[in-house]
């Protein structure tokens, strides 16, 4: 299964929301861990190694870029 990176979410901005609210009240290590959670959720959810690595190079990328 390749990467998707084409944008499928039918509202993104309502998710972005929500990982937003989801770090109210949390102090910087708390939110961390929630971030780290999350991605193991949901790299579990994946469930491909070759994905998930991917997707690590390209956020890394992304990062870089910014």
């Not at 998707?4 to 961390?32: C, K, N, Q, W």
């Not at 949901?42 to 390209?58: P, Q, S």
């Amino acid at each position: 299964m390749p990467l998707e990176l084409t944008p499928r979410l039918a509202d993104p901005d309502g998710v972005f929301a929500a990982l937003v609210a989801a770090h109210d009240g949390l102090d910087p290590a708390a939110s961390r861990r929630l971030d780290a959670a999350l991605v193991l959720l949901l790299a579990n959810h994946i469930g491909d190694d070759g994905v998930v690595l991917h997707a690590i190079e390209v956020a890394q990328s992304t990062e870089a870029g910014s």
